[in-house]
């Protein structure tokens, strides 16, 4: 925390309000480790003082920065990444599901993945990957889907019941590649 910064914190707490920040504190051993600072002023027997309690927030930073990761990665894999509550309404789209369909989040947040279906994938699909999940088995496969100006996607797709850690599946994942390409390349070969 700079000079500037204390100075202010110490100013709000004499006026009377209360301040929280975060700084660090030294062990004995020298090393520093994260606090969170909640500090006031208070009157008692007629004298001023400044009450402050800390407590050590190590693994807090250390979680959020593990949080922020995971984040990171799922918005920036070359993989679309669908994840919808149980009643399969599409809670969270990443930055290449965007890119692949055409759909902007905004349009797809609470609707059924449903709305990118062509018609054309087998109705078996849907079975198997219903049986699976209800289950709670994860389930692999391929949908013959749209893209929002209605061009055929085709979709190597693995869905994945989210468990909580008492077990219980709270949502499913769907992690699909785009082989829209390979396959019209596997159907060009087989024509020659």
Known sequence: MSAEELDRVIRNIAEGGGAQFDTH???KDGSLF????????????????????WHDITAEK??????????????QSPASVIITDLDC???YVNDTFTRNTGYARNEVLGKNPRMLKSGKTPA???????????????????????????????????????????????????????????????LQLRKL
């Open 25 to 27: 504190h030294r062990r």
């Open 62 to 75: 250390t979680a959020a920065a593990e949080i922020r990761k995971l984040s990171l990665v799922i918005e």
């Open 124 to 186: 078996t699909t849907y079975q198997s990957l219903w049986a699976a999940l209800t289950h709670g088995e994860t389930w692999t496969g391929e949908f013959i889907n749209l893209d929002r100006l209605g061009n055929i996607q085709i979709e190597s797709a693995v869905i994945v019941p989210l468990r909580e850690p008492d077990g219980t599946i709270s949502h499913y994942v769907a992690i699909k590649q785009d082989i829209t390409a390979k396959r019209e390349q596997e």
């Open 34 to 53: 994260d606090v969170r600072v909640n500090a006031r002023a208070i009157r008692q027997n007629g004298r001023d003082y400044m009450v402050g309690v």
């Open 89 to 91: 309404r599409i809670e």
